[in-house]
């Protein structure tokens, strides 16, 4: 059991990698909880994420306080430094803070639409110390969320929930967290074009 991590229901969003079976790994935000001693994950289905996962029973998860990584995977842009993990075959982000390493102990089917994945860590690696909150970053996190639901949410709740967070932004953000954010206003803005377009004609 790890003292330093919550098993209270408690979801860390980090950055999953899985083989893609090509020698590559995948990239993807997922968000993770503790059950006792074990990690368990919830992939959607259809993603590419859990095919791999039920293909490789492998995964490493990277935590990165460089927020351009979670809205770099929702706008087209994976290619990040990744480096070897060290027990299984398949990389993580170079640049973590930390990472675990993962591997598949079962798969609970009951739901189909979201199996649950239920995984043992081989390593818990610290490479950096974490330099404490920003609110900027949090609201980066959100605006990923809410751009990996687009086609779910209503758009005029989306516009309202993000020029809510830009306060945050316009407060506390760097560089990376500007640069962060202009990637996810961008696809907002050519998903709200998308739409308007739709609508006139028809
Ligand atoms: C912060 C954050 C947390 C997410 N958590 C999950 C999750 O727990 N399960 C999931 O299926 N998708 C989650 N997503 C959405 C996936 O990242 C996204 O659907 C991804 O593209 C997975 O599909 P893929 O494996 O085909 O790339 C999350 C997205 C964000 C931004």
């Known amino acids: 059991m790890n003292h330093w991590a919550a098993d209270d229901g408690t979801i860390t969003e980090a950055l999953l990698g899985t083989p893609a079976g090509d020698g590559t790994t995948h990239l993807a935000p997922l968000g993770f909880r503790r059950s006792g ?12 994420t859990l095919d791999h996962l039920r293909e490789h029973g492998v995964a490493s998860i ?34 973590a803070v930390s990472h675990h390493e993962l591997r598949v102990l079962r798969i609970d089917d009951s739901d ?3 199996p649950r994945f239920v995984c043992e860590e081989l390593l818990v690696c610290g490479h950096r110390p974490w ?46 967290e500007r640069e962060a954010w202009q990637w996810l206003l961008a696809r907002l803005q050519a998903f709200e074009a998308a ?3 739709g609508e006139a004609s028809r």
């Open 131 to 176: 330099t404490g909150f920003n609110r900027a970053q949090a609201a980066v996190l959100e605006a990923c969320i809410l751009v990996s639901r687009l086609h779910m949410l209503p758009l005029p709740q989306v516009r309202e929930q993000f020029d809510a967070l830009r306060i945050a932004i316009d407060k506390t953000s760097g560089s990376r």
């Open 195 to 197: 739409q308007a377009a």
């Open 37 to 48: 001693a074990h990690v368990v994950l919830a992939p959607f289905h259809p993603s590419r």
């Open 62 to 95: 990277s935590h990165t306080d460089d927020v351009r990584v979670f809205a770099g995977c929702l706008s087209g842009r994976r290619d990040w430094p990744l480096a070897a993990c060290e027990h299984i075959a398949c990389a993580r982000l170079r640049d």
């Open 112 to 114: 189909a639409q979201r």
